[in-house]
């Protein structure tokens, strides 16, 4: 009922930008939190940020200060902008969204991910 598609993942050297962005699509009636989380080789998955649909953000301690998240309501879209990238950053990136949508007869609510983007930043 929901699809979300990512972008804007790269190859990018140490102490560059990218900017990744997360569409949601489908019978969606509202979203409530969106969130980006990353997966490097051989690590458990980890929220690298949230921001909720009234705009309040919270960030992992590693990326305060270089990664942005921001979000277009009416376009149903999330954004992390990441500055300052270190290797260690380097991990597939997937955004996440707390969704109610419409099934016809009712409104469900229900978690959706989106592919997952590689973003690999070299030394």
């Known amino acids: 009922q929901v699809q979300l598609v990512e972008s804007g993942g790269g190859l990018v050297q140490a102490g560059g930008s990218l900017r990744l962005s997360c569409a949601a699509s489908?019978?969606?009636?509202?979203?409530?939190?969106m969130g980006w989380y990353r997966q490097a080789p051989g690590k458990q998955r980890e929220l690298v940020a949230a921001?909720?649909?009234?705009?309040?953000?919270n960030y992992a301690d590693s990326v305060k200060g270089r990664f942005t998240i921001s979000r277009d309501n009416a376009k149903n879209t999330v954004y992390l902008q990441m500055n300052s990238l270190k290797p260690e950053d380097t991990a597939v990136y997937s955004c996440?969204?707390?969704?109610?949508?419409?099934?016809?007869?009712?409104?469900?609510?229900?978690?959706?991910w989106g592919q997952g983007t590689q973003v690999t930043v070299s030394s």
């Open positions: 489908g019978n969606i009636f509202t979203i409530n939190t």
């Open positions: 921001i909720t649909s009234g705009g309040s953000t």
């Open positions: 996440n969204a707390d969704v109610k949508y419409y099934t016809g007869t009712y409104v469900l609510r229900s978690a959706y």
